[in-house]
């Protein structure tokens, strides 16, 4: 079943994270989401952009876009930045065995939103990062 999409796009910026959390959660209203599911989904959202305000321009400002589309069954959100080059799915996910002091900085965010969503995926195109969630409901 095809998804209608919409888009946000807004500066990569912590404080802007209510804003995309607003806009997903009218699409995920509007389709009938759990609570339970979209707090799933809101957890990952903020993982997700929060990264991408601290890290994807380090030199300064930018912009963040952000699809997202649902239907009765799922959610599909992509975040695209025109930030450093960065794949979050390349590193090992941390291991969690290991005690706090044990542990490397850094990893637990995409780990939780791998944990969070049912799929997740990255690509590189046109100088953009581009990354894709899933949630079925």
């Known amino acids: 079943m095809k998804l209608e999409m919409y888009e946000l796009e807004i500066a990569a910026d912590v404080d802007k994270?209510?804003?995309?959390?607003?806009?997903?959660?009218?699409?995920?209203?509007?389709?009938?989401?759990?609570?339970?599911?979209?707090?799933?989904?809101?957890?990952?959202?903020?993982?997700?952009?929060?990264n991408i305000?601290?890290?994807?321009?380090?030199?300064?400002?930018?912009?963040?876009?952000?699809?997202?589309?649902a239907n009765s069954e799922?959610?599909?959100?992509t975040f695209i930045d025109s930030g450093v080059p960065y794949?979050?799915?390349?590193?090992?996910?941390?291991?969690?065995?290991?005690?706090?002091?044990?542990?490397q900085i850094g990893g637990?965010?995409?780990?939780?939103?791998k944990k969070l969503m049912d799929d997740i995926s990255y690509k590189y195109e046109d100088n953009k990062n581009i990354l894709t969630v899933r949630k079925n409901f």
Do not use: W
């Open 17 to 50: 994270l209510s804003k995309v959390t607003e806009f997903v959660d009218s699409i995920l209203e509007k389709n009938g989401c759990p609570i339970k599911v979209q707090m799933k989904i809101d957890l990952a959202l903020e993982e997700l952009f929060v």
């Open 53 to 69: 305000a601290h890290y994807a321009y380090p030199d300064g400002e930018g912009t963040a876009k952000i699809l997202a589309g």
């Open 74 to 77: 799922y959610v599909e959100i």
């Open 87 to 103: 794949d979050p799915l390349a590193k090992p996910d941390p291991d969690v065995t290991l005690s706090i002091e044990e542990r």
């Open 108 to 113: 637990l965010g995409i780990f939780l939103s």
